[in-house]
Nanobody, 124 residues
């Protein structure tokens, strides 16, 4: 049983930074590509970033490119999302997800396992 648990969310001001973490358990972590998605209130879940199984093949949404950095540590079974220069429009619940068969995908349907999410609120 794969489990993902996000942490690190909170309330910050515009321009601040946050680092989200995703703790993975249940199967060999290096078998899965990891993605981060977010869902703002009243909106659909949208792609943020993804990273391949060995740490390469990083893809970012245009809206976060240059501000967010995705990473993973296959020894610690964790993935992270470093978010800099945060904007009010980054406010959302952030989810990490694991994909068994796909790498580099921005489609949430290609991810098999999901965490419960962590709230990020950016005030102006």
């Amino acid at each position: 049983q794969v489990t993902l648990v996000e942490s690190g969310g909170g309330l910050v001001q515009a321009g601040d930074s946050l680092r989200l973490s995703c703790a993975f358990s249940g199967r060999p972590f290096s078998n899965y590509a990891i993605g981060w998605f977010r869902q703002a209130l009243g909106k659909e879940r949208s792609f943020v970033a993804t990273i391949g199984r060995s740490g390469g093949h990083r893809v970012y949404a245009d809206s976060v490119k240059g501000r967010f950095t995705i990473s993973r540590d296959n020894f610690k079974n964790t993935a992270s999302l470093q978010m800099n220069s945060l904007k009010p429009e980054d406010t959302a619940v952030y989810y990490c997800a694991a994909a068994t068969y796909y790498s580099g995908s921005d489609n949430p349907a290609t991810y098999d396992y999901w965490g419960q999410g962590t709230q990020v609120t950016v005030s102006s």
